[in-house]
């Protein structure tokens, strides 16, 4: 049995643990044993195991069932959290996906590691998901579609079929990008909107159709 352990006490880490519930129905096969977090201590449920820093993760490597999940992906933290996690040198090996029992994930799809997909998500043929990317319920992911390293999907947003997702992007709620598009690294599309040409690298999007309100 694998063991879990947090990095970052956000809300992204509830909804991955809710997540593990129903993957641990009728068998345990994954234990969230606690948590690692700067500033808080939201999961009471689970051990508080101290701030995230590189001495408390290697002394955790020791125990090899203990695998990691990073949760701290937002339209806010953004690359300011990128830098730690690479700081705190954990083998690829160690990092743990996790994906609902009810997603529907084409066998010719490539997932990444340390990558959370959450209930009646699809995901296409030959859909590449890169690392450390989180896609919410009833996320869709088109044929043939690039998702990049440390990319965010939330609840219900659609991405056609052959876009490229650059690095660090972030969708909202219900947001919707048409087919052959590419979206640069670190772009934020807005709840709703509905992209019909590409987006510039740290654009903001927003509406319908997508318009960027980015501020110089």
């Known amino acids: 049995m ?3 352990i947090f990095l ?3 809300g992204n880490a509830s909804v991955i643990n809710s997540t593990i519930e129903d993957i641990n129905q009728k068998k345990i096969k994954i234990k969230p044993i606690g948590f690692l977090d700067d500033e808080k201590n939201t999961f009471k449920q689970l051990k508080f195991f101290g701030k995230i820093k590189k001495d408390i993760v290697q002394e955790l490597l ?3 069932n203990i695998f990691f999940i990073w949760t701290l992906i937002s339209s806010k933290l953004r690359e300011k959290t990128l830098e730690k996690l690479k700081n705190l040198k954990i083998p690829n090996n160690r990092f743990l996906s996790i994906i609902h029992p009810t997603a529907n994930i084409s066998k010719f799809a490539n997932i990444g590691i340390g990558v959370s997909i959450h209930p009646f ?3 296409g ?5 890169a690392n450390h990317v989180h896609i919410y319920s009833y996320g869709l992911i088109g044929h043939d579609a690039k998702i990049g390293n ?3 999907i939330a609840a219900k947003s659609t991405i056609g079929a052959y876009v490229t997702v650059e690095e660090g992007c972030f969708f909202g709620i219900n947001s919707c990008v048409r087919e ?3 979206i640069k690294s670190w772009a934020t599309v807005g709840m709703g909107a509905v992209v019909i040409n590409d987006v510039k690298k740290k654009q903001t999007v927003v509406g319908n159709p997508a318009k960027n309100i980015t501020k110089n």
């Open 2 to 4: 694998k063991k879990l």
């Open 121 to 123: 998500a699809n995901i």
């Open 62 to 64: 020791i125990d090899k």
């Open 150 to 152: 440390y990319s965010y």
């Open 8 to 10: 970052g006490a956000s």
């Open 125 to 129: 043929p030959n859909v590449t998901v």
């Open 180 to 182: 052959n598009l590419i």
